[in-house]
């Protein structure tokens, strides 16, 4: 059994834990807090550990899905986090371009920890939405030679298809 350590990171609220959720076969050991608003109103619900999940791919291959705060405070995290992994998922709100910096960072910050393959998934993006996959690469200044893959984090089939595209991009990397 092939065991693939991937993390799945991108700026706060990008849909990281709903992602993993959609695909896990297992119970999503998550790490979500309530966090508060500046005037101390309820906000919502962060990471601030990690999220952990599990599918199996093929007979022989199991992808580990670990995922980050979203935060750069939590960056301690990320960095235990990012150890072993063999590739990684930058999940980006599309509907969010006040995130796009954050995402830009993350990226340099997981590509300075390991040089393994990447793929950024553009959450809330139908497949037929070239205009705004367009305006996320240039927003985020992705080469080309990075794949840009729309998503909807809520569905299994979409987040299968964002996993299957970076585990294509590990295996070209070994081979």
Same mark, same amino acid.
């Given at each position: 059994m092939?065991?693939?350590?991937?993390?799945?990171?991108?700026?706060?609220?990008?849909g990281?834990?709903?992602?993993?959720?959609?695909v896990?076969?297992?119970?999503?050991?998550?790490t979500e807090?309530q966090?508060?608003?500046?005037?101390?109103?309820?906000s919502?619900e962060?990471?601030?550990?990690?999220?952990?999940?599990?599918i199996?791919i093929?007979?022989?291959?199991?992808l580990?899905?670990?995922?980050t705060?979203?935060?750069e405070?939590?960056?301690?995290?990320w960095?235990t986090l990012?150890?072993?992994?063999l590739g990684?998922?930058l999940?980006?709100?599309?509907?969010?371009?006040?995130?796009?910096?954050?995402?830009?960072?993350?990226?340099?910050?997981?590509r300075?920890?390991?040089?393994?393959?990447?793929?950024?998934?553009?959450?809330k993006?139908? =497949?037929? %939405?070239v !205009?705004?996959?367009? +305006? &996320?690469?240039?927003?985020?200044g992705l080469s080309?030679d990075?794949? *840009?893959? =729309?998503v %909807?984090a !809520?569905?299994?089939? +979409? &987040?299968k298809a964002v996993?299957l595209?970076l585990?294509?991009?590990? *295996?070209?990397s070994?081979g």
């Amino acid at each position: 059994m092939q065991s693939v350590k991937v993390v799945v990171t991108g700026p706060f609220n990008a849909g990281k834990t709903t992602f993993i959720k959609a695909v896990s076969e297992i119970t999503v050991l998550s790490t979500e807090r309530q966090v508060s608003d500046a005037s101390g109103e309820g906000s919502g619900e962060t990471t601030v550990a990690m999220d952990f999940g599990r599918i199996t791919i093929a007979d022989d291959v199991v992808l580990y899905l670990f995922g980050t705060p979203g935060q750069e405070r939590f960056s301690f995290m990320w960095e235990t986090l990012s150890e072993g992994m063999l590739g990684f998922v930058l999940l980006v709100d599309a509907e969010d371009p006040e995130s796009f910096e954050d995402a830009k960072s993350m990226i340099e910050f997981f590509r300075n920890m390991s040089d393994v393959p990447f793929v950024v998934a553009a959450n809330k993006v139908p =497949p037929t %939405d070239v !205009r705004t996959l367009r +305006s &996320v690469r240039a927003s985020i200044g992705l080469s080309d030679d990075t794949p *840009l893959l =729309p998503v %909807d984090a !809520r569905d299994k089939e +979409s &987040v299968k298809a964002v996993l299957l595209g970076l585990l294509y991009r590990i *295996l070209d990397s070994m081979g």
